[in-house]
């Protein structure tokens, strides 16, 4: 497999707090990346560093071996947000329709698109009427509207229920199936277990191992990515 | 060009459903029932004081309008992770320009249902004077530097509510400056003078947008004063957007 995001020596503090020390990981083509960690952890900060979305102090990210420039972002990286919510006085297919066209999208995608994540009835609904499940799929077609290479999602099931997140676990595994690379992250260790190629685990702004679930779970000789967790980070 | 036109939709839209919309428009609405009641009462002044204070009243709710519905709604976009979404599609700079050109469009779709009202009533209490609507013009040109004001605003603080307040102070020097210019002029000391000048050539110059009493008790300004009035206005906006862009490049999201 090759290497597809390559962070190197991640720095960024808030203030005098330390946040992000030293991360290092690649992510390789095609597999599902899972970051676990508890609350405040340094996931969402990671993220928005991979992203651009906050300034890093110090460190490198690049994607396909060459530093990650604004159009790598604009038009390989698709993101879900932690908490997303769109313009809620749209209807569906007009916002995805008109966020498509910006992205130079046939507005055709948008509809195929909530027709992939079970939205097809809904489409012409305010999306002030959704639920939290149905405005996460939502996002998540935003996030395939330009046909990323590597899809973000930040706790994308954090606040659905069962239901709501077996829909979104499903879609992961349908759109890794085509091929895309998926790097999330979560504090839901039951949904990691089946889903990731590979977990890293994120502790006070470290990362304290990369590896295989299997591999993970081997080193502490449980079948719980749980406890093989909280062993990891200490906490057991 | 597609991109930024996109967003600007997707603002618009959203804004132009907003409550804050027909709330302005409910407002001016019985506001101008209020001014041609007024008018009424206001025995040989009756045009005078529907136009004049019908005027004010446009001016008013537009800005009050633009600028509330711009800051809530960019900081709930920022709230609710829609801002993240659009910066990891976009360009900052296509997300600012195209939030502002939403914002404008909603600025002049208000100023045409407003001046719609202005002139029914007008006709109905006390004659209509079309060339009046000429004078809406550089009001549109006022809420843009407005907006303008209002998105830098919104990225340089991190609470709505300064936001808010900051955007207004500056509505309102510029409005109140051109007659503390004449008084300091009369009473006040060099330095006085030289401040307040300083101020005032900063903000933008409420007086030279000011063209309704021309119009109405007079004649309407020539071509040229459109013409500069609106070159001043595109300079001044653009000037406000490269400083905005700096500030919000650098923020964090």
């Given at each position: 497999?090759?290497?597809?995001?390559?962070?190197?020596?991640?720095?960024?503090?808030?203030?005098?707090?330390?946040?992000?020390?030293?991360?290092?990981?690649?992510i390789f083509s095609g597999e599902i990346f899972g970051l676990l960690g508890v609350n405040g952890a340094g996931k969402t900060t990671l993220i928005k560093a991979l992203l651009g979305l906050i300034n890093i102090d110090s460190g490198r990210v690049e994607f396909q071996g060459r530093s990650r420039s604004y159009s790598d972002i604009n038009s390989?990286?698709?993101?879900?947000?932690?908490?997303?919510?769109?313009?809620?006085?749209?209807?569906?297919?007009?916002?995805l329709s008109i966020l498509g066209r910006?992205?130079?999208?046939?507005?055709?995608?948008?509809?195929?698109?909530?027709?992939?994540?079970?939205?097809?009835?809904?489409?012409?609904?305010?999306?002030?009427?959704?639920s939290r499940g149905m405005i996460q799929r939502l996002g998540l077609a935003a996030c395939l509207l330009k046909s990323p290479k590597v899809i973000v999602l930040d706790e994308p099931t954090l606040g659905l229920d069962p239901l709501g997140q077996v829909k979104v676990i499903e879609l992961l595994r349908q759109?890794?199936?085509?091929?895309?690379?998926?790097?999330?992250?979560?504090?839901?260790?039951?949904?990691?277990?089946?889903?990731?190629?590979?977990?890293?685990?994120?502790?006070?702004?470290?990362i304290k191992s990369v590896s295989k679930v299997e591999e993970l779970l081997d080193r502490y000789a449980t079948d719980s990515l749980e406890e093989a967790f909280l062993k990891e980070i200490g906490g057991a | 060009m597609k991109k930024i036109f996109c967003l600007a939709c997707l603002s618009f839209r959203e804004a132009v459903r907003e409550k804050f919309f027909f709330g302005a428009i409910f407002f001016f609405f019985f506001y101008l029932g209020f001014c041609a009641l007024l008018s009424k009462l206001s025995v040989g002044y009756s045009l005078k004081v529907?136009?004049?204070?019908?005027?004010?009243?446009?001016?008013?709710?537009?800005?009050v309008l633009v600028v509330f519905s711009f800051v809530t709604s960019f900081f709930k976009e920022k709230e609710t992770s829609l801002l993240q979404v659009y910066l990891s599609n976009f360009k900052p700079r296509e997300v600012i320009i195209g939030k502002i050109?939403?914002?404008?469009?909603?600025?002049?779709?208000?100023?045409?249902?407003?001046?719609?009202?202005?002139?029914?009533?007008?006709?109905?209490?006390?004659?209509?004077?079309?060339?009046?609507?000429?004078?809406?013009?550089?009001?549109?040109?006022?809420?843009?530097?407005?907006?303008?004001?209002?998105?830098?605003?919104?990225?340089?603080?991190?609470?709505?509510?300064?936001a808010l307040l900051a955007t207004l102070f500056i509505y309102l020097s510029s409005e109140a400056l051109p007659s503390a210019l004449v008084i300091v002029g009369a009473y006040g000391g060099l330095f006085q003078k030289g401040f307040l000048r300083a101020v005032y050539f900063m903000l933008?110059?409420?007086?030279?947008?000011?063209?309704?009493?021309?119009?109405?008790?007079?004649?309407?300004?020539?071509?040229?004063?459109?013409?500069?009035?609106?070159?001043?206005?595109?300079?001044?906006?653009?000037?406000?957007?490269?400083?905005?862009?700096?500030?919000?490049?650098?923020?964090e999201y």
């Open positions: 497999m090759t290497k597809i995001v390559t962070l190197t020596g991640i720095n960024k503090s808030f203030a005098r707090t330390k946040v992000l020390k030293g991360i290092n990981l690649d390989q990286f698709g993101f879900l947000p932690e908490n997303f919510s769109p313009p809620k006085k749209l209807k569906a297919i007009e916002f910006g992205l130079g999208v046939k507005p055709l995608e948008a509809h195929n698109l909530l027709e992939l994540m079970g939205l097809k009835e809904e489409k012409n609904k305010y999306i002030k009427t959704f759109l890794n199936k085509d091929g895309k690379t998926i790097f999330f992250s979560s504090h839901i260790l039951s949904q990691m277990q089946g889903l990731c190629s590979r977990v890293g685990i994120i502790h006070s702004g470290a | 529907l136009q004049d204070a019908g005027f004010i009243g446009i001016e008013l709710t537009a800005v050109l939403g914002y404008v469009a909603l600025s002049f779709l208000y100023l045409i249902l407003s001046s719609i009202f202005f002139g029914l009533v007008s006709v109905l209490h006390a004659g209509f004077t079309p060339q009046a609507l000429v004078a809406l013009y550089p009001v549109f040109l006022k809420t843009v530097i407005i907006i303008g004001f209002a998105s830098l605003f919104s990225a340089l603080f991190s609470s709505s509510t300064l933008p110059q409420a007086d030279k947008f000011e063209i309704s009493n021309r119009i109405f008790y007079s004649s309407a300004p020539g071509l040229s004063y459109f013409f500069w009035i609106t070159l001043y206005s595109i300079i001044y906006a653009f000037i406000l957007w490269i400083i905005n862009l700096f500030i919000f490049q650098k923020n």
